[in-house]
């Protein structure tokens, strides 16, 4: 039994292994293709601009909103072909008051951008949803209140829709965290954010044409989502169930690689757990939902989709937390039998078994290495020594709280289906 185990997880680290070499070749490709360099102060007129309402959702968000808003009126984009609509959502605070305070300052008096307090339901979906009633432009752009894009973002977005704007429904760029330099936990999710933008998301969209809408720092065409339904009220990740519904309908979400926000990221463990166990719950939930698209006629695509889906948040978490079990069982046992030699260990170290297991775990590790080691070299500022020395300490810390953090969100799923209640409440991240 025990060895049957072991088996499973060898084969799944080498599922893991193949699916990292290949959206590392493909994020590889897509470097090289892009090496060339962009004179941001000098960009050629794009061949046509069009409206684009921009959208702010903000729940209490007074800290932040400001920096925010004057980022978004300082886009290098025409004054007259986009409108700024700024959504207290709910607020107890200052945020609508912080906001109407950039009226008085005469950089922005010409300025077309106004603040909407909202008491409605649905949270982000929702304000999203109103938004979509009201807004005026042909697109429609999403930033969070802690999102403040460079000058150039919503060019570079509008730039990729125009290439094939029959095709493309949605653009979405890079966001960095502003924030990485605070502490441990900020510097890890700096690593991470760097080799998802930089590996997974170019290696994705070089090889197969498959994006996925982030949070913030996109925009997609409005009658598109007007014909879908718009966004999905209440979702835990309207980002991920909104791309799903696009790939359905046979729109592509282009990569904008050149447009880039800085965000803030959670700087204590309490707000990156609330943070994380919402979006694991919210992918858990729209995963299971398309499930069935494995097995129907729908594009590749999205079956494409599901299945890495499957494989990150089911099956290679499944397989992880069964031989750290084993292991850590099996180092137990080792430590007992040296007082008790009739004791006997569960895999036998030294076994062709464990050191094939070993072997597979090493070339697993090395890759991860490779990976960020590559991703980091391809942003600007990112390949220090400091940095690597991160990367090797956050692969036994900081990525085991994705395994603890996926479990959490399972059973509160779980919890809710044999309850026939939902228990899970969103949680406002909380702004420094």
């Known amino acids: 039994m025990i060895d049957n185990l072991y088996v499973i997880a060898i084969i799944t680290i080498w599922l893991s292994i193949f699916m ?43 800290l932040v909103i400001q920096d925010t808003v004057q980022s978004i009126l300082r886009l290098n984009y025409p004054l007259d072909r986009f409108e700024l609509l700024v959504y207290a959502d709910n607020c107890n605070d200052h945020t609508a008051d912080r906001v109407r305070e950039l009226k008085q300052i005469k950089e922005f008096k010409n300025h077309n ?27 429609l752009g999403v930033y969070d209140a802690d999102a403040a894009p460079e000058k150039n973002a919503l060019y570079f977005l509008v730039q990729k829709i125009l290439e094939n704007p029959e095709r493309y429904a949605a653009a979405f760029g890079r966001n960095k965290t502003r924030n990485y330099q605070q502490n441990f936990l900020t510097r890890c999710i700096n690593l991470e954010i760097v080799n998802t933008q930089r590996i997974q998301h170019t290696g994705l969209w070089q090889l197969f044409k498959i994006g996925r809408i982030p949070g913030t720092n996109f925009i997609i065409n409005k ?27 046979g729109k592509l979400i282009a990569l904008a690689h050149r447009a880039e926000a800085f965000q803030q ?27 069935k698209h494995l097995f129907d006629r729908t594009s590749w695509r999205i079956k494409l989709e599901v299945f890495y889906y499957v494989c990150t948040f089911f099956w290679f978490n499944a397989a992880i937390i069964i031989s750290n079990t084993i292991f850590i069982l099996n180092m137990a046992l080792a430590g007992v039998q040296y007082f ?21 775990w090493l070339m697993m590790f090395f890759l991860y290495l490779l990976q960020m ?18 990367t090797l300490v956050s692969y036994f810390t900081y990525a085991q709280l994705f395994i603890i953090v996926s479990i959490a969100a399972f059973w509160a799923i779980l919890r809710d289906k044999i309850t026939g209640k939902r228990h899970t409440q969103w949680y406002k991240t909380q702004r420094f």
Do not use: C
């Open 373 to 390: 080691n590559i991703a980091l070299a391809s942003d600007y500022g990112q390949e220090t020594v400091k940095n690597f020395f991160y």
């Open 223 to 249: 009658r598109i989502v007007q014909s879908i339904g718009g966004w999905n009220n209440g979702a835990l990740t309207e980002d991920t169930a909104i791309s799903f519904s696009l790939m359905r309908s």
């Open 113 to 139: 951008f106004r603040v909407i307090e909202r008491t409605g339901t649905g949270g982000k979906a929702g304000v999203l949803n109103d938004a979509l009633k009201v807004s005026t432009g042909e697109y």
């Open 265 to 291: 990221e959670p700087e204590t463990l309490f707000a990156y757990y609330n943070q994380r166990k919402r979006w694991a719950r919210g992918n858990y939930e729209v995963i299971l939902d398309n499930l």
């Open 340 to 360: 008790f030699p009739q004791v006997h260990q569960l895999v036998s170290l030294g076994t062709p078994l464990s050191v094939l297991f070993m072997v597979n």
């Open 20 to 62: 990292t070499v290949v959206t590392l070749s493909g994020g590889v490709i897509f470097i090289f293709k892009h090496l060339q360099h962009t004179n941001i102060d000098n960009l050629p007129p794009l061949r046509r601009y069009p409206k684009v309402t921009l959208v702010v959702p903000a729940h209490n968000e007074e």
